[in-house]
């Protein structure tokens, strides 16, 4: 039919990192008839909303040597691969936008085997290896960061930041944008007191969170709040008991609780970063140290050089340390507020809808 709408498979998968900037594209092509693409028993069957198909494929990353377990992970590539084939096919699919992970091998090769354009999306300021391999194959690779350019020379390569909820685009464009405005919490935290977030991403990070309850009591006997958010995974939890204390294991109004915040500690993966420069958020980030490639503390490095956080690696960083540096930065409200700044400019307010521009010129030329 000549306006049946334009199909898109979406393929995203395992984290926040992945799925959230993708969920953020789809609410921006309406007018498309969206499926997605995922792995069974991965984060997507939760978070992809459901008005759209989910298909699942059982397909693994190479993460060691070549071995019996590689020969294996190789069939379930090769049969995802046929698989995905077959979902564009029967489905009349007109391309695949991909924000990267293991997924993305399998949907990109069964695309380019039917002549369909493909869109990848990168996140990280170094990018993962699949995007260095299979980014010269797609139509275009869209970028989180300008600094991932050097690092994919033979792909069209378009920067247009990385993509938020809904609710922290809301945060930026409307009725946060006044200075000063703290929007409302449903968390017992005084108006006049300085708020610490703690946050590791989807996952958690029981690491930081240990440094964080050994450092929290000078927090405390300096009127900071601390909202601490510990991700499901984390032994210690409801270990430390005070008034000034809020441990949740996630918090769905992220978007609010940054804006409250005077200052964050976080790990630095890019969908964290993205949120905290949206929401102007000062931080001390502490890249996860078994990233792949260490590709968190390239992303830390931008913010610091920008001047929006300071950075720690985690085998270096003591509670000492980090107790004392919090309490310098909260004395500091200056020195917080150019942070504040400088991480503002970073963001992209508007990059959902740059990714979905992108997205419309490569399917729709």
């Known amino acids: 039919m000549a306006n049946a709408p334009i199909k898109l498979l979406i393929a995203a998968s395992g984290t926040g990192g992945h799925l959230f900037p993708a969920i953020a594209l789809a609410e921006k092509l309406p007018d498309y008839e969206i499926e997605w693409l995922g792995v069974p028993n991965r984060l997507e069957t939760q978070l992809v909303p459901k008005q759209y198909l989910l298909h699942t494929i059982a397909v693994e990353g190479f993460q060691q040597g070549f071995g019996l377990s590689s020969i294996r992970i190789l069939g379930k590539l090769i049969s995802s691969i046929l698989e995905v084939r077959r979902i564009l096919k029967q489905g009349n699919f007109q391309g695949v936008f991909t924000t990267g992970g293991y997924i993305a091998g399998p949907a ?58 809904a609710s922290f685009r809301g945060a930026t464009l409307t ?42 009591q000078a927090w405390f006997d300096a009127g900071a709040y601390v909202v601490h958010l510990t991700g499901d995974r984390d032994p210690e939890a409801d270990n430390l008991k005070h008034p000034q204390y809020i441990e949740l294991s996630f918090y769905d ?87 504040a700044e400088k991480a503002k400019a970073i963001a992209v307010p508007d990059s959902a809808e740059k990714l979905a521009s992108l997205v419309r010129e490569v399917l729709e030329m």
């Open 175 to 216: 009725q946060f944008s006044d200075a000063g405005f703290n929007p409302p919490l449903d968390l017992p935290i005084p108006d006049n007191a300085p708020l610490i977030v703690v946050f590791g991403g989807s996952q958690g990070a029981v690491a930081v969170n240990k440094l964080v309850r050994q450092s929290a």
């Open 253 to 339: 109004n992220m978007a609010a609780l940054l804006r409250r915040a005077a200052l964050a500690i976080s790990r630095s993966g890019a969908g964290s970063l993205t949120e905290l420069a949206v929401c102007g958020t000062p931080a001390i980030l502490i890249p996860y140290p078994f990233a792949a490639e260490d590709h968190q503390s390239y992303n830390a490095d931008i913010f610091t050089k920008a001047g929006a956080a300071l950075t720690f690696k985690q085998s270096e960083l003591t509670a000492e340390i980090l107790q004392t540096q919090v309490l310098n930065l909260l004395r500091s409200p200056d020195e917080l507020a150019k942070m």
């Open 108 to 165: 990109v090769i069964a695309a380019r085997s039917l002549g369909l354009p493909v869109v990848f999306h990168e996140s990280n300021a170094l990018p993962g290896k699949v995007t260095r391999f299979f980014g010269p194959w797609c139509s275009a690779v869209a970028l989180g960061f300008t600094e991932a350019t050097k690092y994919l020379p033979r792909a069209k390569n378009v920067y247009v930041g990385t993509p938020v909820r």
